[in-house]
Nanobody, 125 residues
Framework: VQLQASGGGLVQAGDSRRLSCSASGRGFINYSVAWFRQAPGKEREFVSA????????YYSDFVKGRFAISRDNDKKTVYLQMNRLQPEDTAVYYC???????????????????WGQGTQVTVSS
């Protein structure tokens, strides 16, 4: 599966932004999809994921209650709705996919074997 992330841009603190991760290829419904982010000088970190099939969602503590992940299997797209953005949310956001992940593995980067190119989100104060 090939992934393309889009929707990044420059926003002000408190604003909202929606990222999209569009997939091509077959069997999208069998893939869990996650968002990771990497800020300048920092390691890439898990943000959120949505499981294949039933669509169980996972969030890191620092976005829980502000971000919402969803998927549209017909459109082969996963969305990350980001609300109440803060300057510390500034990063390149990557989407990633993996097939048939175990629940515990959704937050672990090394289990994702398909990656999009990343989209920059910059939040000004």
């Amino acid at each position: 599966v090939q992934l393309q992330a889009s929707g990044g841009g420059l926003v002000q603190a408190g604003d909202s932004r929606r990222l999209s991760c569009s997939a091509s290829g077959r069997g999208f419904i069998n893939y869990s999809v996650a968002w990771f982010r990497q800020a300048p000088g920092k390691e890439r970190e898990f943000v959120s994921a949505v499981k294949y099939g039933v669509g169980t969602t996972y969030y890191s503590d620092f976005v829980k209650g502000r971000f919402a992940i969803s998927r549209d299997n017909d459109k082969k797209t996963v969305y990350l709705q980001m609300n109440r953005l803060q300057p510390e949310d500034t990063a390149v956001y990557y989407c990633a996919a993996a097939s048939c992940l175990h629940d515990d593995n959704h937050i672990v980067e090394r289990y994702y074997n398909f990656w999009g190119q990343g989209t920059q989100v910059t939040v000004s104060s």
